[in-house]
């Protein structure tokens, strides 16, 4: 529970435009969230909180930090279309191409079944010229 209180209260504080009161508890509920032992039947975070980091870091256009973020989220959460989406988001932006290029790809694997068109698998499509 003080993994989710203090990501909200980081997107609180962001809402309310107060960036550096906004990283700091975001950047303690993924190093909480990280030192936490998940139980091996249960299911992972809905919304992890080092991918909700990369989240904020993109908001506040830090987009290597982002990806930083999102790759360590995907360490421990792999597969993930929000946390795929926004690695290859944040490396766009960070003008990484080839990493950018390789998440957009894993991005359309992990939803080649689903029967969606969502806007971030239309901007795969776009970044990949498909």
């Not at 700091?24 to 993924?30: E, G, L, Q």
């Not at 689903?114 to 970044?127: F, G, I, N, S």
Request: proline share 6%.
């Amino acid at each position: 529970m003080e993994v989710q209180r203090l990501a909200a209260a980081a997107w609180v504080a962001l809402a309310q435009g107060r960036r550096d009161d906004a990283l700091k508890p975001m950047r303690s509920a993924a190093d909480l969230e990280d030192s936490t032992e998940k139980h091996p039947v249960t299911p992972g975070p809905l919304a992890p909180a080092r991918e909700l980091l990369g989240e904020m870091l993109l908001e506040l256009t830090d987009a290597p930090g982002a990806l930083r973020e999102f790759e360590a989220s995907m360490k421990k959460e792999p597969n993930r279309f929000n946390g795929t989406y926004g690695a290859a988001r944040a490396a766009e932006l960070a003008g990484d191409r080839d990493k950018a290029r390789a998440y957009y790809a894993r991005l359309l694997a992990i939803a080649e079944r689903a029967d969606t068109e969502r806007p971030e698998l239309r901007q795969a499509k776009v970044y990949l010229g498909r």
